[in-house]
Structures are given as C-alpha cells and as structure tokens.
C-alpha cells in the first residue's frame, strides 16, 4: 500500500515536473528575447520549482553542500539522474553544458540551451568546439560561466562501477580552469529510469578545488578519487548499502 501510494505521487509529481518546464518556458520566451541572461532565470527558476515540488509532494528533500562556485570553472560531477542536473543548475550562476549537436534543435530546450551558453558539439569534435568556446569568452561573444561535466560520460546507478573518460581531463587542458568535483547521492532516491521517487534527503557536495597544473593522469586519478570516495560517503548517510539501488 506504502509503495503504491509513493508511486502515484511521483507519477503526478513527474507529470507536473515536465508540464511546468513548459510552461515556464513560454512564460520567459519575450523577455528572453528581449534580453538572453533571462535565460539563466527562467532555468534557475524552473529547476527550484522541481525541487521546491519534490520536497512536499514526494517527500524529497534536497540539500547543497559546499562552496557553490561562481566563478569561471570547470564542475565535474557524479552523474547519477536527472535530480543532480536540477540541483546544479538550481545554485550556480551561469551554467552551461556541452551537449549534441542535434539537440539544438529541440523545440524549446535547445533554444534556451544556446542560450545560458551551452556548446552544441558534433562527434569527433569536442576540442575544437571548446577552443571555440574558450575564444569566445575572451573576446566577449559569449557569457563566462561554469561548464559542467560528468567524468563518467552517462548516468551511473548506485553501487555501479563505470570507468572516468579521460575527456574530462582534456577539458581541464584545453579550457585551462580549475575544476570543482562534486559528489551526490541522488540516484539512492532518483533512479535512472522509471516513474518511482524515494522520500529522503538527496544531496550535492561540491568539493575543494583541483587547481590547474596536474599532468592528464594525475588529473583523472585525483578526479576520480574524491569524487568516488565522497559519493560513496553520502550514499552510505541515505542508507545505501549494496550492488543496486
């Protein structure tokens, strides 16, 4: 009964989640347009209605932790569901994502993707997109901001070993900013896939610093050492404990 109840409510709690995304969307459009750092209002405000919504619908809390970044960086995160998107984005000033070529395309979201500064990329050509960004920055075309990652490449279940691509550390190369890890537990209470929500407290810890300096290999062992060890100790806070979630 317990579990069948919780699933109806995350249910009407997903449904409203993406009913809103756009509603807000088109409620922002003419500001937008008018002035593109809107952009970064209307993503922000979307994603701490989803959390605001979660906390009282669902029963799921959701708690920040650490030096929220606002400056130029590299974020390189745990990725585990669409929750740490949310929550990221929710905090920081101006994020923005690399993301496929084809999904500038999408109605809505692509346009405001380009918009808060995400970098449309093609396959096989990551580095030049990201020279390309960086150059524009520095002459003013585009916004600075912080560029979030995830080392893993995909979402990764709890328990779930996935090695780091060594892409993380080319970023860290080519954009020559320092990179603020950050830790989750969200997948404990959000999975990958399906309808069914955890009550809980999920949360985001964004780390100390990696400065600029390390060679490619020193990078990825540090990157994956914090970020694996304080996931690990947050999960374990929500009561994670096995191969599954």
Partial sequence: MRYGLQWIRSLIFTGQMYAMMAVLALFFTPWVLIDRTAAYRAVRTYCRWVRWT????????????GEVPTDEVLIASKHQSFLDIIMIVS????????????????P???????????????????????????????????LPGQLIIYPQGTRVAPGVQKPYKVGSA??????????????????????????YRKPGTAVVEFLPKI?????????????EKVVEAAS??????????????
């Fill in 232 to 245: 690990d100790r947050l999960m374990q806070e929500a009561g994670f404990s096995g191969d599954t979630p």
């Fill in 91 to 106: 905090v920081v000033p101006r994020p923005k994502f690399i993301m496929k070529s084809s999904l500038r395309w999408a």
């Fill in 108 to 142: 809505i979201l692509g346009w405001y993707a380009i918009k808060i500064g995400c970098v449309p990329v093609d396959r096989g050509k990551r580095s030049e997109a990201i020279r390309k960004m960086v150059a524009n920055v520095k002459s003013g075309v585009s």
């Fill in 211 to 223: 400065a600029q300096g390390l060679d490619t290999d020193g990078f990825m062992a540090e990157l």
């Fill in 54 to 65: 979660a906390s009282w619908m669902i029963g799921l809390k959701t708690e920040i932790r």
């Fill in 170 to 195: 080319v970023l860290y190369r080519e954009t020559g900013q320092d990179c603020i890890p950050a830790a989750t537990n969200v997948g404990v209470f959000w999975p990958r896939i399906g309808i």
